[in-house]
C-alpha cells in the first residue's frame, strides 16, 4: 500500500505561480511512478504530468507544457508540481497519483493508476 497526501493549493491571480506537494509513504521503490491529474468540475478527470519510476523520463500535457514543471525527491519520498503563469482553465482539483508497476506506454492514463490523494483545490481567478 502507498499513502498520498497533497498540499499547495490555493487561490492566485492569472499570471501567478503556486507549488504543490505530494508526500508517499508505504511501499514505494525505485519502480513507482508518481504523477500529477486534474479535475475541473463537470469534466473527467485528465492527466498532467508524471514522472516514470525514479526519474526515466518526465512526462507532461501539451496544456501545461512550459509552465508547469514536476520534481521528487526520491530520498524524502516527495514530489512537487511548480505551476507558473497560471491560466483560469486551470482552475481544477489536483489529485496525485502512484503505481509501482505501470508501463511507460500508460503513465497518462488515470485508469492504470492503484493510489491516490484526496487532491488539493487550485482556483485561478482575478
Known amino acids: 500500500q502507498v499513502q498520498l497526501a497533497e498540499s499547495g493549493g490555493g487561490s492566485v491571480p492569472p499570471g501567478g505561480s503556486l507549488r504543490l506537494s505530494c508526500k508517499a509513504s508505504?511501499?514505494?521503490?525505485?519502480?513507482?511512478?508518481v504523477a500529477w491529474f486534474r479535475q475541473a468540475p463537470g469534466s473527467e478527470r485528465v492527466f498532467v504530468a508524471a514522472?516514470?519510476?525514479?526519474?526515466?523520463?518526465?512526462h507532461y500535457a501539451d496544456s501545461v507544457k512550459g509552465r508547469f514543471t514536476m520534481s521528487r525527491n526520491v530520498a524524502e519520498n516527495i514530489a512537487y508540481l511548480q505551476m507558473n503563469s497560471l491560466k483560469t482553465e486551470d482552475t481544477a482539483i489536483y489529485y496525485c497519483?502512484?503505481?509501482?508497476?505501470?508501463?511507460?506506454?500508460?503513465?497518462?492514463?488515470?485508469?492504470?493508476?492503484?493510489?491516490w490523494g484526496q487532491g488539493t483545490q487550485v482556483t485561478v481567478s482575478s
Open positions: 497519483a502512484a503505481d509501482n508497476r505501470l508501463i511507460l506506454s500508460s503513465v497518462r492514463l488515470f485508469s492504470q493508476y492503484d493510489y
Open positions: 508505504g511501499r514505494t521503490s525505485r519502480t513507482t511512478t
Open positions: 514522472i516514470f519510476r525514479s526519474g526515466q523520463s518526465t
